[in-house]
T-cell receptor, first 109, second 112 residues
Framework: AQRVTQPEKLLSVFKGAPVELKCNYS??????LFWYVQYSRQRLQLLLR??SRESIKGFTADLNKGETSFHLKKPFAQEEDSAMYYC???????????FGRGTSLIVHP | NAGVTQTPKFQVLKTGQSMTLQCAQD?????MYWYRQDPGMGLRLIYY???????DKGEVPNGYNVSRLNKREFSLRLESAAPSQTSVYFC???????????FGQGTRLTVV
């Protein structure tokens, strides 16, 4: 069975500092990986997915199959980035996302 | 285009009471899901429905039942609520294949 691990429950940084939210997965096949974000009192929404190779709101994530990781990075954090971030995996051919436990990012002014 | 709509947004139940959480999507998605969100536990899948007329258990189905009423609607029922079911419940939908899931705004349920 697939599993998604986000080792940090909370990440606290100051504005302008680099941010890296870690995500590791276990799955033997070719996964589809996503990052979702939940701002305070709002619904979860897609931030980015690895297949599109986009940079959204300054965030990027690279799939490293050797290390089975999909870490989310941003070079300069902004206060509006404060939110809960979830890494999610969908195994090949499946439509059901499996989520990690989430990392709460707090960006201090 | 409202996306995924959940009702109610908030609910307080007494132990043993029953209730149904409603979810509807207007994106013509085949697949729908119910998750619960708990601090430190992330999102855990309760039930899902691959298509109209089919439902399957997820990771934490005990104490819940679901109904896929039609393609648009997927309801979650608590027959006898327990304090352990205090949580935020999210409904989501997606098309088949490896595409993103769209979420409702959540239902905050407290069982006392």
């Amino acid at each position: 069975a697939q599993r998604v691990t986000q080792p940090e429950k909370l990440l606290s940084v100051f504005k302008g500092a680099p941010v890296e939210l870690k995500c590791n997965y276990s799955y033997s096949g070719s996964p589809e990986l996503f990052w979702y974000v939940q701002y305070s009192r709002q619904r979860l929404q897609l931030l980015l997915r690895h297949i599109s190779r986009e940079s959204i709101k300054g965030f990027t994530a690279d799939l490293n199959k050797g290390e089975t990781s999909f870490h989310l990075k941003k070079p300069f954090a902004q206060e509006e980035d404060s939110a809960m971030y979830y890494c999610a995996l969908q195994r090949g051919g499946s439509y059901i996302p499996t989520f990690g436990r989430g990392t709460s990012l707090i960006v201090h002014p | 285009n409202a996306g995924v709509t959940q009702t109610p947004k908030f609910q307080v139940l007494k132990t043993g009471q029953s209730m149904t959480l409603q979810c509807a999507q207007d994106m013509n998605h085949n697949s729908m899901y119910w998750y619960r969100q708990d601090p430190g536990m992330g999102l855990r899948l309760i039930y899902y429905s691959a298509s109209e007329g089919t439902t399957d258990k997820g990771e934490v189905p005990n104490g819940y039942n679901v109904s896929r009423l039609n393609k648009r609607e997927f309801s979650l029922r608590l027959e006898s609520a327990a304090p352990s079911q205090t949580s935020v419940y999210f409904c989501a939908s997606s098309v088949e294949g490896n595409t993103e899931a769209f979420f409702g705004q959540g239902t905050r349920l407290t069982v006392v």
